[in-house]
């Protein structure tokens, strides 16, 4: 006796979320069922291992039925097929478009291309997710690149009106667009420390304050590419490091209104123009594509590793950019003030997340 | 010219790619109804074109609006080659055909291809202009209302049960014609469609017709079903029951009396003291026949074996134990029909009601089922204007059961269906019922009849009533053991009761119900024509025999001692019979307590095998008092004295060789209620036997927190919450084919059947604590070595806190509805209500109420402040309807709307048709609601918007591709689902009640990587509003009412 069409259909669709998360993860059938055998599942529920099996075989179908509608969530809204409540296609959306960590950190900033395709079997055998759930990842960051890529306005709106994301989510996924768009070098060994949490969130205040969108809110692709204006400007910045007087004016200024209130004023003393270099150059270079890619890079090596190595407490990192960057106002003969800004409070938002170990 | 069919198109959206240059479509739509076809402008480069067409308006007959299905059909322009279909979306305008259902289809229609299934949605608005045509002879039966609910529609009240309408139509199968030899599948599917929804509009048509002649107004318990016979054609066959209903909110009901349509509905039943008690006229000693107990109330037919052709010559072949079965029923049935009291039944054809459920006071006493088969051979249908084989055939199947429910002595079959079972040429036809005794009062012509009144006068006030036997006991037409009634002590009970109805609402009943289901396969030789149906007829008595003993062992098992619903399916397959029978075991308090079931071995010298037989005999009786305990079930200990002398009971016990005390010595305590009473015995003289004795053994119960019935309310639970989910399964095996035994075969049904159930009960399990109702399993043998069983059900939940309190809020709520029911049978509602309403405010009645749910005999007056109560509420509802049909006649009239009028109707028609298409993206679709039961629980029903009854086919030549066969049936099981919720949602609903899939017929052929299916479903489209809105609503109702008619006022000036 051997089964050969086994199946339930319930006008509300059932959705197993247990199973949804295997199925996510990429696991076969077999692999489920075996995984839900060692979740106890038969013990509580005094079901054979044969009604599990077909359990899991109905849920995948429908799954799989239900991907197509999911690569466009508004379809799965409405759509007539499958009824189910308001709180579960939101459920299906969220979780269907849910990342891991360990994966996205692999391709954040990568070109999301056939070539970085080929590569998920390497980030599969790395990361030990499994190369379907990578699959769906990759998929579904492409997806999202291609739908918001030319469009006008908010990208985070943009993409929560396109995919039905929460808020949280479609942040993440706007700074995966940004950094796929930008191309950030985030894989370099000096940069392992860091999680995607960090990036995202300096993305998000690249986002607000260096792209296009920034200026003008009636641009395509405002929120996805730097304002290239305001790049070419920040070349304007390196006269802080360039004028001798300039720059011994600024650091007396700094060094004044910190003595006594830094724990590491002498190692501080000692690096600010090295410091002061580095920041002021980082900006002047980003007109180039190639360095704006390494920005991440640059920064860890230029300021964060420096002060680590002199073991500044995250305070008094926070003391020294506040101001450092607060001092310029008063150098009378700087005129750049509002790029200064522009640039500096970005840069000391994303320097103090990255600052940590 | 007596219609007007307005078709608007509006949009399309999700279409598929046609183009694959562009990846887009360049759609446009065609409209056809009968020979008329209209086309719309081709929408360029969209996947969501907007048409906005004109009004497209056909002028046709009234009798093809209700025979012909709107078609329409998208289709994808190409200037070089032939538009390529994308899809079809049939429209039965049915529901806009009578005036109180639908006004306006509007609504997102899937649309439907046979080959790729559903490809994007159409946005479609159907309106009718209908006018008035009088003639007499005209050959439509516009208006007629059809019902699939199998009791009296919620929101109705029944004047007159007409009685059995049924009628069939064939027609050559447009896949077996020589055309569909050079016509593509999807050519031979679309015109199946056409050709069946065709028929189907026709036969509701004749049907209409029918109902009209009996001055009926609707059909309830429409049951609509047809016979692919293959080469010899296609039969469309329905049957129901005409009835002349009321609206309840109807504005006439305001009005005492005046238009009261039938004079003797005044003198209800029910408006008699019920202090009349029981009094027998049975004066007569009581005898016990002898015989074979197994048969009791239980007539089983012989099937007559007819060659088409040949006349009808009976070449029945009884097994041995029915042979003195029939000769009883016969010879009673004769002596019946000399001085019978029953003139009555005579004067109808056939006095059948497919209704399963019953106005208080409508069912008088229950007989027994009856049920009759044949077996045919069918041959081609030559002229399919003249179905007169097919007609004889089933009058000849009818005929049977009002015999056997005349040997009964009832003179009326309840729960009546009819279903056949299709292999090659062979055609098994069965047909089973409920024989009974009704009250005449309901029916049109029964009035009169002196001697039926006076039993019912008798027998209508106490609750046991349908339990007491309405056959002579002199004249028993089987062998039964009778007891007296132990609600009343005063009439003969039987000590079982079969029966194919639901639980009746004011049954008293101890404990839980449960599921109980025979299953049976026979292995068949393979055989042609004649000898094949002669196989076939010889087998079957021995199949419904085993199939009775099975249930009848079950049921003992369960501690049980009535089963309702049941449904005896017979399927026929190459070479096996199967039977699978499943009906809801209860405990009527009003039944004597079952006897155990006790085994007897045939060799009792052996040590050993007497050591086996006594270890079995302590299973079952563990099993039974593990049963009891589970289903609660605890009859109150009744003393011998007090049910008076005991019936003579015949102490025949040849044929047990041990006795119950000497072989339950271990076990007396636990086997304390059916110690005494005569047991079931159990023969154990071959292998066979041992089996039958460990498959019963072999039923696991449902994991705790669900219980199961294949009726509509599961008897012992009541306090039903919100939370439904409808559902089908489907499952195939394919047997081994090597030396496959009546053994295996059956142990591999029963374990398809338990894996299913226990399937179920798994993926529900969120649903806890909960009840699958209305279980229905189908079973078909699709191959040689192929059983497909199809099973569709409605998991409900209840709440098990208040589980506790239910036999009293259960006897206060039959109550109240007995009540409410009464009121409205006595048609002088405000007369009630206007001086006694004031008077009695609420809380002193629900006093009153509570005092009475504890006394058994209401005083009168009493009754009539809990007639008020109760009907407070109906009359609520009838306010909204009559507030709503006022609003809608301002909103046709014009266009200014208030909100006040909005408001006042809850369930807003509006809100359903007014339904703009969402443009924003978090609005979802509407939910709609499936449920094969009549009701939704935890809501009320405030309109029935018609019926729902559509066929698909679909058909694949990429099985593999699209998931093999499990993810092609999902598929497009999913898809019937949306179509139904797509049509229903158009119509201005919110779900579909009496919800059933009639047929699922899945054939596949994997190395041809094809597969096929065609799927029938019915339902009622309607409308409900939660209980807890209509409360608000019904606070609020005074001021409403008062600001409607005040609008009203406003727009008219």
Redesign the interface.
């Known amino acids: 006796?051997?089964?050969?069409?086994?199946?339930?259909?319930?006008?509300?669709?059932?959705i197993d979320e247990d199973v949804y998360r295997l199925w996510l993860d990429g696991y076969s059938v077999t692999d489920a069922v075996a995984l839900r055998v060692r979740s106890g599942i038969l013990e509580q529920?005094?079901?054979?291992a044969?009604?599990?099996q077909?359990?899991t075989?109905?849920h995948y179908?429908?799954f799989?039925?239900l991907e197509r509608l999911l690569h466009a969530p508004?379809?799965l809204?409405?759509?007539?097929?499958?009824?189910i409540?308001?709180s579960r296609?939101a459920l299906l959306i969220e979780r269907y478009y849910a990342f891991d960590e360990a994966f996205v950190r692999e391709v954040l900033g990568k070109k999301l291309s056939k070539g970085t395709k080929k590569d998920l079997d390497d980030i599969s055998t790395k990361t030990g997710i499994t190369l379907k759930s990578c699959r769906r990842q990759f998929d579904n960051f492409k997806r999202v690149f291609k739908v918001v890529e030319e469009m006008r306005g908010s990208l985070v709106d943009n993409i929560q009106?396109h995919f039905?994301l929460s808020d949280r989510l479609a942040r993440d996924y706007a700074a995966i667009v940004f950094f796929a768009n930008n191309r950030f070098e985030t894989g370099k060994k000096k940069l392992q420390y860091l999680s995607f949490g960090d990036f995202a969130f300096c993305a998000e205040l690249m986002i607000q304050n260096w792209t296009l969108g920034a200026v003008d809110s009636q641009m395509d692709d405002m929120d996805m590419d730097l304002d290239k204006e305001f790049l070419q400007d920040l070349k304007e910045l390196k006269v802080l490091v360039a004028d001798k007087d300039l720059l011994d004016l600024h650091k007396s200024l700094v060094c004044t209104a910190l003595r006594g209130k830094l724990g590491v004023f002498s190692e501080m003393e000692a690096n600010f123009k090295n410091l002061s270099r580095g920041l002021v150059n980082v900006a002047a270079k980003l007109t180039h594509n190639k360095d704006v890619r390494d920005l991440f890079v640059d920064l860890v090596e230029k300021f964060v590793e420096p002060c680590r190595s002199d073991h500044w407490p995250l305070s008094d990192v926070r003391f020294f950019l506040s101001q450092y960057a607060a001092s310029v106002h008063s150098l009378d003969g700087f005129r750049h003030q509002t790029l200064w800004d522009r640039y500096m409070g970005t840069l000391r938002g994303c320097l103090l997340r990255l600052y940590h170990d | 010219m007596p219609g007007k069919l307005k078709v608007k198109i509006v949009a399309g959206?999700?279409l598929p790619v046609m183009d694959r240059a562009s990846d887009l479509t360049d759609a446009f739509v065609e409209v056809k109804f009968g020979n008329t076809t209209f086309k719309t402008d081709v929408y360029l480069k969209s996947l969501n074109p907007q048409w906005n067409s004109e009004w497209f308006k056909f002028e046709v007959d009234d009798e093809d609006l209700q025979d012909e299905p709107l078609q329409i059909t998208v289709l994808d322009h190409d200037t070089y080659s032939a538009n390529d279909a994308i899809g079809k979306v049939y429209i039965d305008i049915d529901p806009l055909l009578y005036s109180e259902a639908a006004t306006v289809i509007s609504g997102?229609f899937?649309i439907y291809d046979t080959i790729h299934g559903?490809r994007g949605?159409i946005n479609v608005v159907v309106k009718v202009d209908l006018f008035n045509d009088l003639n007499r002879f005209r050959q439509s039966s516009c208006g007629v209302k059809f019902f699939c609910t199998t009791s009296i529609p919620k929101c109705y009240r029944a004047v007159i049960i007409h009685g059995f309408v049924e009628e069939l139509v064939v027609n050559e199968d447009p896949e077996y014609q020589w055309i569909d030899r050079i016509r593509t599948p999807r050519a031979s599917n679309e015109a199946r469609q056409r050709l069946i929804s065709l028929m189907s509009g026709e036969l509701q048509r004749k049907i209409g017709l029918k109902v009209l002649e009996m001055r009926g107004n609707a059909v309830v318990g429409y049951l609509q079903c047809f016979d692919l016979e293959g080469e010899s054609g296609l039969v469309v066959r329905a049957i129901g029951t005409a009835c002349t209903l009321d609206k309840l909110s109807s504005p006439a009901a305001f009005l005492p009396a005046c238009n009261s349509p039938s004079k003797e509905m005044k003198e209800s039943p029910l408006v008699h003291p019920p202090s009349h008690g029981c009094r027998s006229t049975h004066n007569s000693p009581i005898h016990t026949a002898t015989g074979s107990r197994l048969t009791q109330n239980f007539s089983v037919s012989v099937p007559t074996l007819i060659y088409t052709g040949m006349g009808s010559g009976s070449a029945g072949k009884e097994g041995g134990p029915f042979k003195a079965l029939l000769r009883q029923q016969t010879q009673s049935a004769l002596e019946q029909r000399g001085g019978s009291p029953h003139r009555f039944c005579r004067r109808r054809e056939f006095p059948f009601f497919t209704l399963t459920a019953f106005p208080p006071g409508f069912l008088v006493h229950v007989g027994g089922v009856v049920s009759a088969r044949s077996v045919k051979l069918l041959d081609r249908i030559h002229n399919p204007d003249e179905p007169e084989t097919r007609d004889a055939w089933w009058a000849e199947i009818r005929q049977e059961i009002k015999s056997h429910a005349k040997a009964l002595g009832c003179h009326a079959v309840v729960g009546y269906s009819e279903s056949t079972s299709i292999c090659e040429e062979v055609c098994i036809l069965s047909a089973s019922g409920t024989a009974a005794v009704l009250n005449p009062r309901f029916l049109q012509d029964g009035t009169v009849e002196g001697c039926l009144e006076q039993r019912l006068e008798e027998n209508l006030p106490t609750r046991c009533g349908f339990c007491h036997i309405p056959y002579d006991e002199l004249n028993m037409p089987f062998p039964a053991h009778l007891t007296y009634c132990y609600n009343c002590r005063k009439q003969k009970v039987p000590d079982v009761l079969f029966t194919t109805i639901d639980l009746p609402t004011d049954a008293t009943v101890i404990g839980k119900g449960c599921l109980i289901q025979a299953r049976l396969c026979r292995l068949k030789k393979k055989a042609q024509a004649e000898a094949n149906a002669t196989a076939i007829s010889n087998l079957l008595p021995f199949m419904e025999y085993e199939v009775h003993t099975q249930l009848m062992n079950k049921l003992k098992l369960k501690g049980m001692n009535a089963l309702f619903g049941l449904r005896i399916q017979i399927t026929v397959g190459e070479n096996m019979l199967m039977g699978l029978a499943s009906a809801t075991g209860v405990y009527l308090a009003a039944l004597p307590t079952p006897g155990g079931i006790q085994i007897a071995g045939k060799t009792p010298n052996d040590g050993s095998y007497e050591q086996h037989i006594s270890h079995m005999q302590k299973k079952i009786n563990d099993t039974i008092a593990k049963n009891k305990e589970l289903y609660e079930i605890n009859p109150p200990e009744i003393s011998e004295e007090i049910i008076g002398s005991p019936i003579p009971e015949p102490r025949q016990r040849s044929r047990l060789l041990r006795s119950q005390s000497e072989s339950s010595d271990e076990v007396t305590e636990l086997d304390l209620s059916h110690g005494k009473k005569d047991a079931f015995v159990l023969e154990i003289d071959d292998t066979d036997a041992m089996e039958d004795v460990h498959s019963l053994l072999t039923d696991v119960p449902p994991?705790s927190g669900f219980y199961s019935c294949n009726t509509e309310i599961m008897p012992g639970i009541n306090n039903w919450t919100s939370e439904i989910?409808?559902?089908?399964?489907?499952?195939?095996?394919?047997?081994?084919s090597l030396n496959l035994t009546n053994q295996a075969l059956n142990k591999?049904f029963n374990?398809?059947c338990e894996?299913l159930l226990?399937?179920?009960?798994?993926?529900l399990?969120s649903m806890i604590p909960c009840c699958l109702c209305h279980v229905n399993f189908t079973v078909s043998l699709p191959e040689d070595e192929?059983i497909?069983v199809t099973v569709t059900a409605v998991a409900i939940t209840f709440d098990k806190n208040q589980a506790l309190q239910t036999t009293k809020t259960h006897v206060e709520k039959s109550l109240q509805r007995a009540s409410t029911d009464n009121e409205e049978l006595l048609q002088f509602p405000l007369e009630l209500c206007s001086d006694s309403l004031p008077s009695h405010p609420l809380p002193p009645a629900k006093e009153h109420l509570e005092s009475a749910s504890s006394n058994s005999g209401i005083p009168a007056a009493q009754r009539a402040t809990s007639v008020d109560y109760s009907s407070f509420a109906d009359r609520c509802s009838s306010w909204i309807e009559l507030i709503k049909l006022k609003a809608q006649t301002i909103r046709r009239g014009s266009i200014k709307t208030t909100v006040t009028v909005e408001k006042a109707s809850p369930v807003g028609d509006g809100n359903f048709r007014n339904r703009p298409a969402?443009p924003c993206?978090?609005?979802?679709?509407g939910?709609?609601?499936?449920t094969p039961l009549s009701f939704i629980p935890g809501a009320k029903i405030t309109k029935y918007l018609g019926i729902i009854n559509m066929f698909f086919i679909r058909e694949t030549t990429s099985l593999r591709e699209e998931?093999g066969?499990?993810?092609f049936?999902?598929?497009f099981?999913?898809?019937v689902?949306?179509?139904v919720?797509?049509h229903v949602a158009a119509l201005g609903g919110n779900a579909v009640v009496s919800y059933i899939m009639k047929q699922c017929v899945?054939m596949e052929n994997p190395n041809k990587n094809q597969a096929q299916c065609l799927i029938n479903v019915s339902g009622d489209a309607v409308v409900f509003v939660r209980e807890s809105d209509l409360e608000v609503v019904s606070t609020q109702q005074p001021t409403a009412n008062c600001q409607s008619s005040g609008t009203e006022g406003e727009v008219t000036t």
């Open positions: 006796m051997t089964s050969e069409l086994d199946i339930f259909v319930g006008n509300t669709t059932l529920t005094g079901a054979t044969a009604v599990l077909s359990d075989m109905d179908r429908t799989h039925m508004p379809k809204l409405h759509q007539l097929i499958f009824q409540p308001p296609q009106q039905l | 959206r999700h997102w899937p559903i949605e994991p989910q409808m559902f089908t399964s489907v499952r195939v095996i394919r047997l081994s591999n374990d398809l894996n226990k399937s179920l009960y798994f993926k399990r192929l497909q969402p993206a978090n609005s979802t679709v939910v709609v609601k499936m998931g066969v499990s993810g049936l999902h598929a099981i999913a898809e689902f949306a179509m919720r797509a899945f």
